[in-house]
C-alpha cells in the first residue's frame, strides 16, 4: 500500500485526540474555534490521528492560553524586524 500523500508521523492516535475533547467537554465546533480549524477537520483527526504540532496546540489549550492574537505592538516589531533587515542587506552590498 502506498504512503498517503500527507505521511507525517502521527503524535495522538485519532482516539485519543477525540478522548481530550470528550474529557474537556468540548465540541468539535468548540475545539475548532480554538484551534483555527473547521469542524470537519476536527473529525477528520478524530478518525486519523494528529501530528505533534496539533497535540502542542492542544498542551497549550490544556493549560488555559488563549489563542495567540497579535497586537499593535507586536505587529510594530514585525516591521521593525523587517526594516533593520532590509537596512543590514543594503550595507552589506
Known amino acids: 500500500m502506498a504512503p498517503s500523500r500527507n505521511a507525517s508521523k502521527k503524535f495522538l492516535k485519532g482516539v485519543e485526540f477525540r478522548a481530550f475533547r470528550i ?10 474555534d480554538w484551534l483555527g480549524l473547521t469542524p470537519q477537520a476536527i473529525g477528520k483527526y478524530e478518525q486519523r490521528g494528529v501530528t505533534k504540532a496539533t497535540a502542542l496546540s492542544l498542551a497549550a489549550i490544556n ?5 495567540y492574537k497579535p497586537t499593535k505592538e507586536d505587529l510594530k516589531a514585525v516591521e521593525t524586524h523587517d526594516r533593520m533587515r532590509t537596512l543590514r542587506t543594503k550595507e552589506d552590498r
Not at 23 to 32: K, P, V
Open 63 to 67: 493549560r488555559g492560553l488563549p489563542p
Open 23 to 32: 474529557s474537556r467537554d468540548l465540541t468539535q465546533t468548540e475545539l475548532a
